[in-house]
């Protein structure tokens, strides 16, 4: 017989059950909270960039295109300066959010924006609405269902 202090197999294999087990219990909570805060990064960041476009576009006399379009999880954001020069940055949507129709909302050179309605689902069961209001003031409004 051996004398020497240690864990048996059958000690080893419960506690890496447990462990495992754990693990398991803890995934679906983990990965909800991750889809939360990607969705509240991506939201702040729409905010700023709506923001700053309808800053800009009247300051700088420019014209702004936000294309929410169906199935490429991106947001297109489509800017023409005075001279007429395109320029396109991208919004990337976290993978938990879907949109439920292609949009496309315009702010003009005056700041009046084409007024519309974006839908956001989560895949956590959140609906995001965004209201864009017609008019003058780049104004929106948004709920969460």
Do not use: H
């Amino acid at each position: 017989m051996n004398n020497k202090k240690g864990f048996t197999l059958v000690e080893m294999i419960i506690v890496l059950g447990l462990t495992v087990a754990l693990m398991i219990i803890g995934y679906q909570p983990m990965k909800k909270a991750l889809f939360n805060y990607q969705e509240k990064i991506f939201f702040t960041n729409l905010q700023r960039n709506w923001d700053k476009a309808a800053e800009r576009a009247i300051e700088d006399g420019c014209r702004y295109l936000f294309l929410f379009e169906k199935g490429t999880n991106k947001i297109y954001v489509r800017k023409t300066d005075r001279n007429g020069i395109l320029t396109e940055e991208e919004l990337i949507m976290p993978k938990s959010l879907q949109l439920y129709k292609t949009r496309k909302i315009r702010i003009s050179q005056q700041g009046s924006v084409t007024g519309d309605t974006v839908t956001f689902v989560s895949n956590s069961g959140k609906t995001y609405v965004y209201t864009f209001q017609l008019g003058y003031g780049a104004r929106y409004n948004v709920l969460e269902k």
